[in-house]
């Protein structure tokens, strides 16, 4: 059974019964962008301004019981002290109605929030609140001066009016409903008018109503403003790991396109290079007519036209493999150390036949003395003839081809073959350095060409540790250069010491 899922992996490149591992990723950002789409006002606002001002209120629910100690403890000094112990009980009462309605809406999620109904229960809950402020009022102190105890009630008060608007900015009225009731009371029934500083007090307590109001309509505003920023995060966080999704899913499913690939090439490898190794060699026998001459023409240029085509064949094949197994790490370096000007030197003496057929010049300037390098002698070959070649292909008749070895600047060695060719366009850079990729000028060149050379010339260079660079100009020509680093060049040896015979 397990045999048989193996199978069937190789097979599919993305296994379609996975599940979808983004699912929940999706729903959160879909979530988010509603959110995000929502304005001030809307139902999602009003259910996270409610969710703010229950958190704010049971937050500050300490803050009460000590204040109705503190007057009660200053109560106690003044001989009133039942009078204040019934205005304390009836304030912590209507003030626990007010928390209890608070922390029921914070348990709650904030889509089963019905704004309406929570901002209606709130402004009830508010309004008894404000029933032991307007008791307090109500409250008379016989043993005080004239106008003292009426000026600590318009102090305090106004201390609770600052404090309601602090912690009740997010729920818009609840000033009003909570104080309106205790400032009529202390203006209309508590405050004697004719007394200068209680009329002031009366007064100062009606004005601060709206003000405080003015200052809780922009609290409301700022806490909007919050709420504005944080969706905006929120479907910022969403958007990027929603992004990390897809990109860890890419990744995967170029994994197992690479792993695919990797495997089909292994495969072609096999069965592609059998029968083509036979096709070449009955091909060759024919074209040499080494059974005996054949009497047709025709059928001998045909062998040859095959034995051709399948070397052209044979080298593409051997292309992709290279490119494929570069790509997916798995090119093996035998690393020895050589001489890079001997193989250059080989390089270009491999390909003087077919710079001749086309008169074209090759200028050699090697540093002479250059110690070895450690590095793959195929590979270091197989970068000098891709690159010989493309120069050979795209110098003109007549042209010239100068290849230079030398240092680079910081103790490595470099290979530069430049030519005087039409050059590559800027915006083809990117193609012509992609696998299978050719400009404009290759595709109509008569030389047929495969797109790979320059990829795996890319690839073999980093392998090495080094780096390729194609630097081109139009009707000036181009220049490739291959460097290795400097951790790639031996020490030169010793001279072995000889002893003389006495």
């Not at 229960?121 to 609140?129: A, D, Q």
Request: proline share 4%; with cysteine; hydrophobic share 45%.
């Amino acid at each position: 059974m397990a045999l048989l899922r193996s199978h069937t992996a190789d097979k599919n490149i993305v296994d379609r019964t996975k599940a979808h591992r983004n699912s929940d990723v999706a729903k959160a950002i879909r979530r988010t962008r509603d959110r995000l789409a929502q304005q001030a006002g809307s139902p999602a606002y009003d259910r996270e301004l409610i969710k703010l001002h229950a958190r704010a209120i049971i937050n500050s629910a300490p803050a009460i019981p000590l204040l109705v100690l503190i007057i009660w403890a200053v109560s106690l000094i003044a001989g009133m002290t039942q009078d204040f112990l019934a205005w304390g009980l009836l304030t912590l009462v209507c003030y626990a109605g007010l928390a209890m309605v608070a922390r029921r809406t914070d348990e709650l999620d904030a889509e089963n929030i019905d704004p309406a109904a929570w901002r209606r229960r709130f402004l009830i809950g508010h309004f008894f609140s404000g029933l032991g402020w307007a008791y307090f009022a109500l409250m008379a102190c016989e043993a005080c001066a004239p106008g003292q105890f009426s000026t600590v009630q318009a102090v305090v008060l106004l201390l609770a009016i600052a404090a309601t608007a602090l912690f009740a900015s997010a729920l818009r009225g609840a000033l009003v409903v909570t104080f309106a009731l205790p400032v009529l009371v202390f203006a209309g029934v508590t405050a004697r008018l004719h007394v200068p500083v209680e009329a002031l007090m009366a007064a100062l307590l009606i004005a601060s109503v709206p003000f405080f109001t003015y200052v809780a309509g922009h609290l409301q505003k700022s806490t909007l403003m919050l709420l504005s920023f944080r969706t905006e995060k929120d479907a910022l966080i969403a958007e990027l790991e929603t992004a990390k999704a897809m990109s860890d899913e890419a990744r995967w499913r170029a994994e197992e396109a690479n792993l695919a690939k990797s495997r089909f090439l292994a495969s072609m490898s096999h069965e592609l290079r059998t029968p083509l190794n036979a096709i070449l060699g009955f091909s060759e026998v024919m074209a040499k007519e080494v059974l005996g001459p054949m009497k047709n023409d025709t059928y001998r240029e045909y062998a040859r036209d095959i034995h051709g085509s399948g070397h052209h064949l044979l080298n593409l094949i051997n292309e992709i493999l290279d490119l494929s197994r570069i790509e997916a790490g798995r090119y093996q370096l035998s690393e020895e150390p050589l001489t890079l000007v001997d193989i250059v030197e080989e390089g270009c003496h491999m390909m003087e036949l077919r710079s001749r057929a086309k008169d074209i010049r090759v200028v050699r300037e090697f540093e002479q003395g250059m110690p070895r390098l450690l590095a793959d002698e195929r590979s270091i070959r197989q970068i000098t003839l891709n690159l010989l070649s493309n120069a050979v292909k795209f110098t003109p008749s007549g042209g010239e081809i100068r290849v230079r070895v030398g240092w680079t600047a910081g103790g490595g060695q470099y290979i530069s073959i430049r030519d005087n060719g039409p050059g590559i366009p800027e915006d083809e850079m990117p193609v012509v350095l992609s696998a299978f990729g050719q400009g404009a000028i290759a595709i109509k060149s008569a030389e047929q060409g495969t797109g790979l050379g320059l990829p795996i010339v890319q690839g073999l260079a980093e392998l090495h540790g080094g780096a390729f660079e194609l630097h081109s100009k139009l009707r000036e020509g181009t220049e490739a250069i291959v460097t290795f680093p400097a951790s790639r060049v031996m020490e030169p040896l010793p001279a072995v010491p000889v002893r003389r015979r006495a």
